[in-house]
């Protein structure tokens, strides 16, 4: 039975991933902080848990770093908050923010990276939000982009190893993260087809994992302009 670890998986997006590789017969270790959700995960077969806060390296090590063998890692977990006011730039929510995507993502790194064998895989949960820059966005967007050269970066070195490294880029996908946004999310799909896309991507040893494609797709060719003119674009639409 193949194993997979999934951080973030009390919520949205990797509680799909856990009950999709469940479903398809994985042994899975769900990762999260919510003792209710971590209990309910429990109660489903070949499911076991890890409670745990990743932004504190100690309990990460300690409950991480001897778990065998693991043929799959997923680092989803992750959280957003937005910046209101920039001029008066809140470096504590800058702080937990990239604390949570980045500085966590480390802390795992360090504790699964050698539990990883030969044939193995690793996948890193970015945004796409991190292909331009976003109104508001400074901390969430600079965190996930910081994520994006890392899934770069380690699929260069640990090519060597045979271990394949992918970065998933999701679009906008429903989940308790989103629900509390205040705008509009054009293409937005449900965390159940997310999870069915990484799953579809991760089959295939994909590195760039992005979704749905004519969101994507247009973030990415307009990420090729120059940035005087995704500055005027987006000051356009921020007026409207
Ligand atoms: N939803 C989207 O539209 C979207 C788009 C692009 C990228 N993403 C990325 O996808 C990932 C999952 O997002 P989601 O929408 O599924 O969010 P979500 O529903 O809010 O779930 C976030 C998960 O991360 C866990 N988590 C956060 N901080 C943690 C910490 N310090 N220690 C342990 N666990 C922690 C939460 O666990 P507990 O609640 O148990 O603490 C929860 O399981 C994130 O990295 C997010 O940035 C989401």
Same mark, same amino acid.
């Given at each position: 039975m193949k194993k997979v670890l999934i951080t =973030?998986?009390? /919520?949205g997006i990797g509680e799909a991933l856990c009950l999709y590789y469940q479903a398809i017969g994985y042994d899975v270790i769900a990762c999260g902080r919510k003792p209710d959700k971590l209990a309910q995960l429990e109660s489903y077969n070949n499911v076991s848990t890890i409670a745990v806060d990743l932004c504190d390296q100690q309990q990460v090590t300690e409950k991480m770093q001897? +778990? =065998? /063998? +693991?043929d799959l890692v997923i680092l989803n977990a992750g959280s957003c908050e937005y910046m209101d006011d920039v001029k008066h730039f809140d470096g504590q929510l800058f702080a937990r923010v990239i604390n949570s995507n980045v500085i966590a993502m480390g802390y795992c790194l360090a504790a699964l990276l050698p539990q990883i064998p030969a044939g193995g895989q690793l996948a890193l949960v970015g945004s796409s939000a991190s292909y331009l820059p976003f109104s508001r966005a400074q901390a969430y967007g600079a965190s996930k982009a910081a994520v994006a050269y890392l899934a770069r970066s380690l699929a260069l070195d640990l090519k060597s190893q045979h271990i394949d490294v992918s970065l998933v880029s999701p679009g906008f996908v429903k989940t308790p993260l989103t629900d509390k946004n205040d705008f509009a999310m054009p293409m937005q799909i449900s965390a159940q087809e997310a999870a069915k896309r990484i799953v579809t991507g991760l089959q295939k040893r994909t590195f760039d994992i992005h979704f749905p494609k004519r969101f994507t797709l247009i973030l990415k060719t307009l990420s090729l302009l120059p940035d005087s003119w995704w500055r005027l674009i987006s000051t356009r639409i921020l007026q409207k």
């Open positions: =973030g998986a009390t /919520s001897q +778990l =065998g /063998s +693991l």
